[in-house]
Each structure stands twice: as C-alpha cells, then as structure tokens.
Nanobody, 120 residues
Framework: QVQLVESGGGLVQPGGSLRLSCAAS????????MKWYRQAPGKERELVAA????????DYADSVKGRFTISRDNAKNTVYLQMNSLKPEDTAIYYC?????????????WGQGTQVTVSS
C-alpha cells in the first residue's frame, strides 16, 4: 500500500523553526521528484519546494526562498522541509507529494497533510 505520512507540524511563534518529515512506504522515493505544497484557508494549494530524484537540484517559491530548505534521504525513504524564520503567512496545511513520469505512465502520490500554525 502506497503511503506518504507527514509529521513535524505544530504551533510555533513568528521567527521560529520547524522541520517537517514525509515518510514514504509501499514504494521507493529514489525514482521520484519530491515536493512540498501548502494550502492556507481560503487559498489555492501552492507549490513551496521541490527536489529532484537524486537530490541534485532544488527549487523554491519566492515567498520561502532563503528560509526553507528541502532535502531527502533516499536510504530512509524520507523527505524533509526545514522551515526557518517562520511568518504568520506560512500558516497552512503542508502536503508531501511524490511525482514520477515513466514513458506513458505517471505516478502522483499525496500525503494527508500536517498543520503548521505560526502565531504569537
């Protein structure tokens, strides 16, 4: 059974840090690009960060660049999102996504999300 399970969310004060984890099971992430999305109340889901399958390249939304870092440990089948200098506008549900295109087939897996709340 394919699963992505996020953890590490919670309540943090502005300026604080959190580290999200996304543990995969039922498949191996080493062939997948991994991404973190977020969705704030009343807003559309937003791509926050992405990392290639080998971890060579990363990309970030302008709103988080310089504050968030995506990384992966293929041996642990886990991807991370280190979030520093958090702002109230970072409050959202954060989702992990695994994506792979192989010839005519595409694979797209999602986690259930973890809540991040930035508030004093």
């Amino acid at each position: 059974q394919v699963q992505l399970v996020e953890s590490g969310g919670g309540l943090v004060q502005p300026g604080g840090s959190l580290r999200l984890s996304c543990a995969a099971s039922g498949f191996t992430i080493s062939s997948f690009a991994m991404k973190w999305y977020r969705q704030a109340p009343g807003k559309e889901r937003e791509l926050v960060a992405a990392i290639t399958s080998a971890g060579v390249s990363t990309d970030y939304a302008d709103s988080v660049k310089g504050r968030f870092t995506i990384s992966r440990d293929n041996a642990k089948n886990t991807v991370y999102l280190q979030m520093n200098s958090l702002k109230p506008e970072d409050t959202a549900i954060y989702y992990c996504n695994a994506e792979r295109v192989l010839f005519i087939r595409s694979y797209d897996y999602w986690g259930q999300g973890t809540q991040v709340t930035v508030s004093s």
